[in-house]
């Protein structure tokens, strides 16, 4: 089940964080989300290790926690999409086609003439889509 999905600039800075789980545990999946951005650095700044080319922008999984799995995908720009899961068995496949469907919602929102690149996406036919896509992937809540 996703509990989180996130996008992430350039800069490192959010820029879109939804979770769908009680209200209680968004703080501690953004700082999930926070943590895993070190990971990503690591892999894309260290290309010699057995991680992805640079040419694929699916990165896996970036790390396991006790209770959660964090998925990564980094965009041609730089942006990163970041996914925090609670399955246990979950198929890179799947996960592939998660991201390409969340990046072809991100490049729907920020085609948008009226979004400032670099800024939040407040756009609610984005949030909507996401929403969309999770509970196509198989989330049981939504918030």
């Not at 700044?45 to 980094?74: A, D």
């Not at 670099?118 to 918030?143: D, E, L, N, P, W």
Request: glycine share 4%.
């Amino acid at each position: 089940m996703i509990v989180c999905v996130a996008v992430v600039g350039q800069q490192n800075n959010p820029l879109y964080l939804q979770s769908f789980t009680e209200a209680g545990d968004e703080l501690k999946l953004h700082h999930i989300v926070h943590c895993s951005l070190d990971v990503i650095d690591e892999r894309v700044n260290n290309p010699k290790k057995s991680w992805p080319t640079l040419n694929e922008t699916f990165l896996g999984l970036l790390y396991p926690s006790e209770n959660y799995k964090v998925y990564g995908y980094l965009t041609n720009t730089k942006v990163k999409f970041i996914l925090v899961t609670i399955d246990m068995e979950v198929k890179d496949a799947d996960m592939r086609n998660f991201f390409r469907r969340f990046h072809a919602a991100f490049v729907d929102a920020v085609s948008n003439p009226f979004h400032v690149p670099g800024k939040k996406i407040t756009s609610r036919s984005f949030a909507s889509r996401v929403s969309a896509i999770v509970k196509s992937f198989g989330s049981g809540t939504t918030a």
